[in-house]
């Protein structure tokens, strides 16, 4: 099966990373929800991609200088469209909340910078939803990875890279990742990287496959999914 992976959820009809993406995602078929998590000063996991909360939000700053009632004031939708005004920055446990009743897996993203506490915490949140067997954590940051996994052994992790190189199987090796997820780029220029990960186990799943001509050959590349902002037209296309 081609896991059909919402980007920062149904991002293409909702403002990223907000609930009403977050649920869409789920209702349009994703069997995973993708989102991105930072703490911020006063260390509640919020559900956000950027540094700051300047580009998505109404405010300024970023996100771990702002306590999370400051953060709750912005608006989170008027940036996509004025029929989303109103929308704010979830907390991760109001994400949980969401996805919880629903079919699809979580694949979330820990931010850097990111403590021992701060994931910690984030660990700890998926466990009162009781979402740790549904959840893959992952980050850009090799450290993070190493954090969740001693923290939660048990939970799936992933790695995120800007770019294979000649480091990416031993250190996935290392991290002991179920899933290495590229850009849709390295995925189609590197069948070696791609056939050494295959046979470690690891599943690859590329971001962000936006464009649908190039679907068919990720596919026959080898992915375990697809990562994009179009998981309504994905799921459509992969049950085609």
């Known amino acids: ?13 909702a403002p990223e990373n907000t609930l009403p993406a ?10 995973f929800v993708e989102f991105d998590v930072r703490c911020t000063a006063d260390g509640v996991p919020v559900v956000i991609h950027d540094r700051t909360v300047d580009r998505t939000t109404s405010g300024s700053g970023r996100v771990w200088d702002l306590r999370a009632d400051e953060i709750a004031t912005l608006d989170a939708g008027s940036w996509f469209g004025p029929g989303h005004a109103g929308l704010r920055v979830p907390t991760l446990a109001e994400a949980l909340a969401v996805l919880q009743p629903t ?6 993203e820990i931010k850097p910078p990111a403590t021992l506490d701060e994931v910690k915490t984030v660990i700890a949140t998926l466990a009162e939803f009781d979402l740790l067997d549904r959840t893959v954590v992952q980050s850009f940051e090799a450290d993070v990875v190493r954090k969740a996994r001693q923290l939660a052994p048990e939970v799936r992790r992933g790695l995120l890279l800007f770019r294979f190189d000649a480091e990416t199987v031993e250190l996935c090796r290392e991290l002991g990742v179920t899933y290495c997820n590229p850009s849709v780029a390295d995925v189609l220029t ?37 990562i994009t902002d179009y998981v309504g037209e994905l799921s459509g296309w992969a049950a085609a």
């Not at 919402?6 to 009809?13: E, I, K, N, P």
């Open 190 to 226: 590197g069948p070696e990287t791609m056939a050494a990960l295959t046979e470690l186990g690891v599943g690859v799943m590329p971001w962000t496959a936006n464009d649908l001509t190039q679907w068919r050959p990720l596919v026959d590349a080898g992915v375990a999914g697809l």
């Open 22 to 31: 977050l649920a869409a995602a789920a209702r349009a078929g994703a069997t």
């Open 1 to 13: 099966m081609l896991h059909r992976v919402a980007h920062r959820g149904y991002s293409a009809v």
């Open 103 to 108: 079919a699809a897996e979580i694949l979330l």
